[in-house]
């Protein structure tokens, strides 16, 4: 098993978002259960608009003090939706004592970046945690965003990203209120992008989950 925290200490960067659209494409052969330990419940709100849909199973019930035993349930991948806040970072630190790799979403603007340092430093290498940034929200209509991003993250936060990126859409955004995720879209010029963004990354997470090895001292906390 293992178990993939979504973070970012800022709010409405795509956390809640990319949880419930990279579990649906992980689901391929897989059992996965998603976690929400935010106190908003974004993800359980979604879920309930979802109703018996959803291709993995999801639990909002697990306090954060507990969570080691998520550990010993049987499901291949454990993705846990985390608050995005600085101030109380209680939750997310219980999140990250269980967590085997991290998901950083992060917007293409500036005032996104101070938030991705300081959870890096703060919570992520102290840890010596495995982590990828990725970028989310992305416009390809506006010219070089996406490379100048992809550099920033590369030359000069120096932090390992996805080569995946989620470019923004409507069809992502409408997806919570429809209760709905990208694996149950109907593939057409309007849902193509998001269904091949999200499909992408679950690919690439995959594959950086098998080279990472398993927490197997962690299921003994
Ligand atoms: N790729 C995308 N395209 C369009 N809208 C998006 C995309 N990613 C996220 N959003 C929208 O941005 C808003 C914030 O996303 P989300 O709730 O996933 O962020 P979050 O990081 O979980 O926020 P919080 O910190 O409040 O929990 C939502 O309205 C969501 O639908
Ligand atoms: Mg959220």
Redesign the pocket.
């Known amino acids: 098993m293992k178990v993939i925290a979504i973070a970012?200490q800022k709010?409405?960067?795509?956390?809640?978002?990319t949880v419930m659209n990279v579990a649906a494409c992980l689901t391929r052969g897989r059992r996965v259960l998603v976690v929400d330990v935010?106190p908003?419940e974004?993800t359980t709100w979604w879920a309930e608009n979802a109703g018996e849909e959803l291709p993995f199973d999801f639990t909002a019930d697990v306090e954060p003090g507990k969570l080691s035993r998520i550990r010993n349930a049987d499901y291949d991948y454990v993705l846990i939706d985390t608050?995005?806040t600085l101030d109380n970072t209680d939750v997310l630190s219980a999140v990250l004592d269980v967590t085997d790799f991290v998901v950083l979403?992060l917007n293409p603007e500036p005032l996104a970046v101070p938030a991705l340092r300081r959870t890096v430093a703060h919570h992520i290498v102290p840890r010596g945690l495995d982590y990828r940034v990725l970028l989310?929200?992305i416009d390809r209509r506006v010219f070089g965003q996406l490379e100048d991003w992809q550099k920033l993250i590369d030359d000069g936060l120096k932090m390992p990203r996805f080569n995946g990126y989620?470019?923004?859409?409507k069809s992502?955004?409408d997806g919570?209120l429809d209760g709905k995720v990208v694996t149950q879209y109907n593939d057409t010029r309007a849902t193509q992008n998001a269904i091949f963004d999200f499909t992408t990354v679950a690919r690439e997470l995959q594959q950086a989950l098998e080279a990472t090895p398993a927490a197997t001292a962690k299921g003994a906390n």
Do not use: L, M
């Open positions: 970012g709010g409405g960067i795509g956390k809640t978002t935010d908003q974004s608050p995005g979403p989310n929200k989620v470019r923004a859409s992502i955004a919570p």
